[in-house]
């Protein structure tokens, strides 16, 4: 059976093949929602879409072994990889902002096939360089 490590927490977990990561990380009461770096994160706990993979609120980084989950999901490459329309002449992608758009999954659109590590709630990047760029 996979092992998922969550990082923040200092907590391992074996999750069946094939399980969804969010779905696990809730039976082992590992919070997920955090809004926006802690803002909101009461509110992301009941306003999220519960595993639907529309709203973006159950955002965490797999740190270790991306190639041990389901490749990313038409929901994801929306959220973190398409880009949207600027004035500029590079469009930029919508969450580039937060960076990590390689390793930034949803944790109900992730399938667990193999060990992986994760941190949940990873902070938003609001003033980093990609911002203004
Ligand atoms: S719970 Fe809404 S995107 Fe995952």
Known sequence: MPIVTFVNEKKEIQVPQGAILRTE???AGV???DGLNGIGAGLNDLLNCHGF???GTCRVQVTKGMENTNPMTVREKIKFLT???TPLPDPLPCMAYIGS????????MVQVNG???VETRPPVNVFGE???S
Do not use: H, Q, S, V
């Open 101 to 108: 758009e390689e390793t930034m999954r949803l944790a109900c």
């Open 115 to 117: 060990d992986i590590e």
């Open 25 to 27: 990380a809730i039976k």
């Open 130 to 132: 990609n911002f203004f």
């Open 31 to 33: 919070k997920l929602y």
């Open 53 to 55: 993979g529309m709203c």
């Open 83 to 85: 880009p949207i329309p």
